[in-house]
Nanobody, 119 residues
């Protein structure tokens, strides 16, 4: 059974930092590209960041570029999202997801972790 479990969310003041983690079980992480998505209240879920299966390439939404960093530790079956210089607009539920190397679709999703940025 595949499980993706996010953690590290919480309440933080604008300008602060958080580090999200996503622990993966039930699949071999090195065969998957991994991503972070987020969904703000009343809005659709949107892409935040992606890292290739070997960790060599990363991609970011323009809204987080320069502030967020995605990373992975295949040995620990865990991916991370370091979020710095948080702004109010970063408030959302954050989801991690796994995409097989041969696929264009993210097939496995976590339940999400809430990030709330206050002024």
């Amino acid at each position: 059974q595949v499980q993706l479990v996010e953690s590290g969310g919480g309440l933080v003041q604008a300008g602060g930092s958080l580090r999200l983690s996503c622990a993966v079980s039930g699949l071999t992480l090195s065969y998957y590209d991994m991503g972070w998505f987020r969904q703000a209240p009343g809005k659709e879920r949107v892409f935040v960041a992606r890292i290739t299966w070997y960790g060599g390439s990363t991609f970011y939404a323009d809204s987080v570029k320069g502030r967020f960093t995605i990373s992975r530790d295949n040995a620990k079956n865990t991916i991370y999202l370091q979020m710095n210089s948080l702004i109010l607009e970063d408030t959302a539920v954050y989801y991690c997801a796994a995409r097989p190397r041969s696929s264009s679709m993210f097939e496995y999703w976590g339940q999400g972790t809430q990030v709330t940025v206050s002024s």
